[in-house]
């Protein structure tokens, strides 16, 4: 599975829209952009995952470059529950060898304040 | 309640013993999961079943060993548990078609 780079932590106030950038260079032209989050000790929670259009849903949006070697999840306005780890990983779908196996990586730490 | 269940939430036991960690899920998934969560809050994959077969099998001891009973369960049985082992233990399961993973809320393991 491709690799993901994210900035380690970011800062967001409450009600304005959250922007967490993930970089994935090296992504083949089969394996989709997951994001996950985690708020403190609960389960990572599923959030949204795109291939190559623009996604959104009731979480958050998602924007993928043309050259699909970035995107960009967007809270639109985030709250105080949104804080959060949230992770960029990249995979082959169900029906890949790997199975839909996801690597977590460090992930993102976005804090919310008022 | 639509989810992945885990049982037990805790569990503090001590080394050299062996202990199971359940996982139920009534989503009618077909992939089941287990990930580990390390004191640095690395989450990694263990293992991977679909419909009962064992599909992923990563680097993890033979202590650890996942069994399947049908394709809404998953449990671990991990034996002569060592202090490495204390960790949080995430079941996961997937639909066929792949969306998102759905995640139980964890066990967290103390081997003391």
């Known amino acids: 599975d491709a690799k993901t780079t994210q900035p380690p932590s970011m800062d967001c106030a409450e009600g304005r829209a959250a922007n967490l950038p993930c970089n994935h260079s090296?992504?083949?032209?089969?394996?989709?952009v997951y994001w996950y989050r985690q708020i403190h000790s609960q389960g990572p929670q599923y959030i949204i995952h795109g291939l190559k259009n623009n996604e959104t849903n009731e979480m958050a949006s998602l924007i993928i470059t043309e050259d699909r070697k970035s995107s960009t999840l967007i809270l639109p306005h985030a709250t105080l529950r949104d804080t959060a780890v949230y992770y960029c990983?990249?995979?082959?779908?169900?029906?890949?060898?790997?199975?839909?196996?996801?690597?977590f990586g460090q992930g993102t730490i976005l804090t919310v304040h008022p | 309640d639509t989810a992945v269940s885990q049982t037990p939430k805790y569990l503090v036991t001590q080394m050299g013993n062996d202990k199971s960690i359940k996982c139920e899920q009534n989503?009618?998934?077909?992939?089941m999961y287990w990930y580990k969560q390390d004191s640095k809050k690395f989450l990694k994959i263990m293992f991977s079943?679909?419909?009962?077969?064992?599909?992923i099998n990563e680097t993890v001891p033979n202590r650890f060993s996942p069994k399947s009973p049908d394709k809404a369960h998953l449990n671990l049985h991990i034996n002569s548990l060592e202090l490495g082992d204390s960790a949080v233990y995430f079941c996961?399961?997937?639909?066929?078609?792949?969306?998102?993973?759905?995640f139980g809320s964890g066990t967290r393991l103390t081997v003391v």
């Open positions: 090296t992504i083949s032209g089969n394996e989709y």
């Open positions: 079943y679909n419909n009962k077969e064992l599909i």
């Open positions: 990983i990249v995979s082959l779908n169900a029906g890949g060898t790997s199975y839909g196996k996801l690597t």
């Open positions: 996961a399961s997937r639909p066929r078609g792949g969306t998102g993973y759905t």
């Open positions: 989503l009618g998934h077909d992939t």
